[in-house]
């Protein structure tokens, strides 16, 4: 079971980035997905999840109406678009499958 998570960087507040999470080694399309994110000195939190068909989405208070989680179940890859960011939205983007299975992260900074 593997979850790669690209498409960080370094972005200035009010910009977008788009995150991409590949997955293998299961069947993606029986479960659901979550984006994750830590921040420096804080615990993991939920960002984002998405049912196992991509119909139902729920997104934490602090993100609602500027990101966007999607998926493709042929292609086996969630994405979580990003936009109108902000310097709080610092932090590391974790992928999670309800399978039981973490990415690495990937790192976003908000910052001018």
């Known amino acids: 079971v593997q979850l790669v998570e690209s498409g960080g960087g370094l972005v200035q507040p009010g910009g977008s980035l788009r995150l991409s999470c590949a997955a293998s080694?299961?069947?993606?399309?029986?479960?659901?997905m979550r984006w994750y994110r830590q921040a420096p000195g804080k615990e993991r939190g939920l960002v984002a999840t998405?049912?196992?068909?991509?119909?139902?989405?729920t997104y934490v208070d602090s993100v609602k109406g500027r990101f966007t989680i999607a998926r493709d179940n042929d292609k086996k890859m969630v994405y979580l678009q990003m936009n109108s960011l902000k310097v709080e939205d610092t932090a590391v983007y974790y992928c999670?499958?309800?399978?039981?299975?973490w990415g690495q992260g990937t790192q976003v900074t908000v910052s001018s």
């Open positions: 999670y499958a309800a399978y039981g299975a």
């Open positions: 998405i049912s196992s068909t991509g119909g139902t989405t």
């Open positions: 080694g299961f069947t993606f399309s029986s479960y659901s």
